[in-house]
């Protein structure tokens, strides 16, 4: 939590969770994804490294564009064999499927609140930072 008042950033309070970062939130949609070719192309990549990574490179491309727009492709030409795979992915559905990792933000930013003695309706912006 900081105040800046245009010439000097005070750190007002901080916290976090040190095994919560943005690789949770890729690897849930990479997770998904993993879901939608089986069911879609009824390909099982999990053991396949290449298409992993290349799935796992794409849902990080992915989870950045959603941090400001509203919907991001996946567009992998042979994903396997034979599979083009194509999905379009909306800030909501990625939204759903990471409202777990959400939810346990709610108590580091409860307790920066806290200590910084600050109330909801202060805060003007949340900026995440971390891996």
Do not use: W
């Amino acid at each position: 939590m900081e105040n800046d008042d245009d010439k000097s950033i005070d750190v007002l309070a901080v916290a976090g969770d040190s095994h919560l970062g943005g690789v949770d939130f890729t690897n849930k949609l990479v997770t998904y994804m993993q879901h939608v070719v089986k069911t879609k192309h009824g390909a099982d990549i999990s053991n396949n490294k290449r298409a992993m990574k290349r799935l796992h490179n794409a849902c990080e491309k992915v989870k950045i564009l959603l941090s400001s727009t509203t919907e991001a492709d996946i567009d992998l030409d042979e994903l396997v064999p034979n599979v083009d795979f194509l999905e379009t992915v909306t800030r909501e559905k990625f939204e759903d499927l990471c409202q777990n990792i959400f939810s346990k933000i709610i108590e580091p930013l409860q307790s920066v609140l806290g200590e910084a003695k600050l109330s909801k309706c202060d805060i003007d912006e949340v900026v995440l930072v971390g891996g």
